[in-house]
């Protein structure tokens, strides 16, 4: 969330609901600083209003996300303050701590929703194929692979940082060499399997012999910095950006746009919507549409340069 005015800290009556977010719940840690945010703005706004946060009612909630719209805050960020909120008080009502959720029924305004941006099939190619020419001989080889499965696999962020180098009981995910599979656990804890091309897996194997120069003993990341310690999502945004650059694409490239790319390009190879919907790890297909409309904006854009008649439609 981005307002005009810090964000006020949280009580200690707040922590071990955000405690349960990051270890039970294991929310990516932007998420967890989002709805760290909308808490302190629900907790002020309650002793601002002399009522106690288990005390709440709907009114009060309503109020209060007006207060957010006077911040500046658009549908999106409202929307996000709401989750949290009602998560909250679902977590005290398991617990006994109140009889009803002052947040259920209570909706954010409405927002148009964008098209997810995805690069034309040849710039995608371009990137991953794409010889990293700055930094260490290891980390150049640590960003191909990188590229390849973002792009390959169609990771969030997220799950790209959480893969360790070999399967263990405590590794998130892990690439399996032999079945050609990556194993992640990605949004509300949900594991999949993503198959993983043969491109991806050289790059992999190469990277796996350079890393051992770079990783700390003990690190089990499959993924580090120069550090030799796990890489994080920011580090990745970075070296993506500075990799698309190098490449001479026309566009700022984020890891989120590679995996849209992933969906997009593989919607419009095979027009199978419910596989796509697994291999992304949507909960429902109906997130997985809007790819559709992207396969759409591509038809049109073909039938607009080749046909005949196009000028008439236009």
């Keep these: 969330m981005a307002e005009s005015e810090a964000p006020p800290g949280l009580g200690q009556d707040l922590e071990p609901y955000l405690q349960h977010l990051v270890v039970e719940r294991r929310l990516a840690p932007r998420t967890v600083a989002m709805y760290r945010d909308a808490l302190g703005w629900l907790s002020a706004d309650a002793q601002a209003a002399g009522v106690a946060l288990k005390a709440l009612q709907p009114h009060h909630v309503r109020r209060f996300t007006a207060r957010l719209r006077e911040r500046g805050l658009g549908p999106r960020s409202i929307a996000i303050a709401l989750s949290a909120w009602r998560g909250l008080y679902r977590w005290w009502g398991r617990g006994g701590e109140v009889q009803a959720n002052p947040v259920e029924g209570i909706r954010a305004p409405r927002a148009p929703r964008p098209l997810p941006k995805a690069l034309a099939v040849d710039q995608a190619v371009a990137l991953a194929?794409?010889?990293?020419?700055?930094?260490?001989?290891?980390?150049?080889?640590?960003?191909?692979?990188?590229?390849?499965?973002?792009?390959?696999?169609?990771?969030?962020?997220?799950?790209?940082?959480?893969?360790?180098?070999?399967?263990?009981?405590?590794?998130?995910?892990?690439?399996d060499e032999h079945e050609g599979t990556a194993h992640v656990l990605g949004k509300g804890s949900r594991r999949r399997s993503v198959p993983v091309g043969g491109p991806a897996l050289q790059a992999l194997?190469?990277?796996?012999?350079?890393?051992?120069?770079?990783?700390?003993?003990?690190?089990?990341?499959?993924?580090?910095?120069?550090?030799?310690?796990?890489?994080?999502?920011?580090?990745?945004?970075?070296?993506?950006?500075?990799?698309?650059?190098?490449?001479?694409?026309?566009?700022?490239?984020?890891?989120?746009?590679?995996?849209?790319?992933?969906?997009?390009?593989?919607?419009?190879?095979?027009?199978?919507?419910?596989?796509?919907?697994?291999?992304?790890?949507?909960?429902?297909v109906s997130t997985t549409q809007i790819y559709t409309q992207l396969d759409f904006q591509h038809l049109a854009k073909a039938y607009d340069a080749a046909h005949p008649r196009a000028k008439a439609r236009s």
Excluded: N
Aim: positive net charge.
């Design 129 to 175: 194929a794409h010889v990293p020419q700055r930094g260490a001989a290891a980390l150049r080889l640590r960003d191909r692979c990188i590229v390849e499965l973002l792009y390959g696999c169609g990771l969030r962020v997220a799950e790209l940082t959480g893969l360790d180098a070999r399967p263990g009981p405590q590794a998130a995910g892990w690439v």
């Design 205 to 284: 194997q190469q990277w796996l012999q350079a890393r051992t120069e770079v990783a700390k003993a003990d690190e089990p990341a499959l993924f580090v910095s120069r550090q030799g310690t796990r890489l994080t999502a920011s580090q990745v945004r970075s070296r993506l950006k500075a990799l698309a650059l190098e490449a001479g694409l026309p566009t700022h490239v984020h890891p989120h746009m590679l995996r849209h790319s992933f969906a997009s390009h593989l919607l419009q190879s095979s027009g199978d919507l419910r596989a796509v919907q697994e291999l992304l790890g949507h909960a429902q």
